[in-house]
């Protein structure tokens, strides 16, 4: 019998053998937000003020994942403390070999009511894009799905109010299996052929 640990330390060692950067250090939203700061102010070749950031967050984090797409994808202009306009991208449109492809795991954000741990979640400058959910074979795909849309029907929870807004897609990953949603405001997955789930585990 495979443990969800046993597929998790598979899945962490064949993302490094892509070139994925592990962090152990990611476990709560402070070292979240502290590694995007990072991220951002070296892409951006800019120092922010702690002042400036908490805007910056505040300005980005949205529970409109059209909105959060649409801020991932373009130039986007911010305004510093002394009036002057910072232009700005999260993402490195142009040489995309230059940005930082990062893996973290047992990530945990608080909500108003309990706290909520992520199993994998995949990051790009700091941000992160995918999460993956992992389950023992024998475990049903569908229970972890229903564990996804618990997270986010919980007061305050992170994809709503948190850099975890950005998610736009989840997967559910097993010794074997593979499911996959676009967003976790459903848990009906689409039929994957065998070449799709080629393609996703090549990420």
């Known amino acids: 019998m495979t443990k969800e640990n046993d597929i998790e330390q598979c899945l962490l060692t064949r993302l490094q053998d892509l070139k994925y950067t592990y962090r152990p250090d990611i476990r709560d939203r402070e070292a979240l937000e502290q590694n995007f700061r990072e991220k951002f102010e070296a892409l951006n070749r800019v120092n922010l003020t702690d002042a400036e950031f908490a805007r910056l967050l505040k300005g980005i984090i949205s529970p409109d994942t059209f909105a959060c ?35 973290a795991n047992q990530l945990r954000i608080n909500t108003k009511s309990s706290f909520q741990r992520y199993d994998v979640i995949l990051l790009l400058n700091g941000l992160p894009l995918v999460q993956i959910e992992l389950k023992a074979l024998q475990v049903s795909p569908r229970k972890a799905m229903q564990q996804i849309v618990d997270y986010k029907n919980d007061p305050g929870n992170g994809y709503t109010d948190s850099l975890l807004c950005f998610l736009p897609t989840y ?14 405001r459903s848990i009906s997955p689409p039929s994957w052929s065998q070449a799709d789930i080629a393609n996703v585990r090549s990420l």
């Not at 002057?84 to 993402?91: F, K």
């Not at 997967?171 to 967003?183: E, F, K, P, Q, R």
């Open 69 to 103: 797409a649409e801020t991932l994808r373009h130039r986007n202009t911010f305004e510093r403390e002394d009036g002057t306009p910072l232009h700005y991208q999260l993402v490195n449109l142009k040489d995309w070999c230059k940005n930082s492809f990062e893996v």
């Open 171 to 184: 997967y559910v990953w097993a010794a074997t299996a593979l499911s996959s949603a676009s967003s976790p």
